[in-house]
């Protein structure tokens, strides 16, 4: 979206919050990619690396292992060109296992809007089918996260 650059205001880092939410939850590798520059520095977790072929790579993998997930993102904080969020998002593994990932991430964009550093920290932690908050056809968005157990 043309009008989610820097410098951003509010409104527009909470969009491009939300529209980054979405993107993610296609799991598209093939298209999500194209939110970053060509040399995108990534750290996520204990996985660091730089460009698009990595990028792809590493989220064709994740969703190759990571069945039915489900994001959610919240802006967490901003300036001209960063912006912070927290986010949670759950998953089952082959054996059915259910996990959810409590996290935040940090980023920095170019003039153009695309993502040029992005650092993710986040743990997982086993659940159960019973405490899954982003069950199918649940609008993750209206799932009230300030309300859940946390632990």
């Not at 904080?77 to 082959?94: C, M, P």
Request: proline share 1%; net charge neutral; aromatic share 18%.
């Amino acid at each position: 979206m043309a009008d989610l650059k820097p410098p951003f205001t509010q409104e527009t880092a909470n969009r491009k919050v939300k529209f980054a939410q979405d993107l993610w939850n296609t799991k598209d590798h093939n298209v999500v990619y194209k939110g970053y520059t060509e040399d995108c520095i990534w750290r996520n977790r204990d996985h660091f690396f730089i460009g698009h072929d990595k990028i792809k790579e590493f989220l064709q993998n994740k969703w190759q292992k990571e069945h039915d997930y489900r994001l959610r993102k919240e802006l967490f904080a901003f300036t001209d060109n960063r912006i912070a969020v927290q986010f949670w998002y759950e998953f089952h593994d082959d054996q059915g296992q259910w996990w959810r990932c409590y996290g935040l991430e940090d980023w920095t964009f170019n003039e153009q809007g695309k993502m040029r550093k992005r650092q993710m920290s986040g743990n997982n932690v086993k659940i159960s089918e019973e405490e899954r908050w982003f069950k199918d056809n649940v609008d993750v968005n209206t799932v009230d996260i300030s309300e859940k157990h946390w632990w």
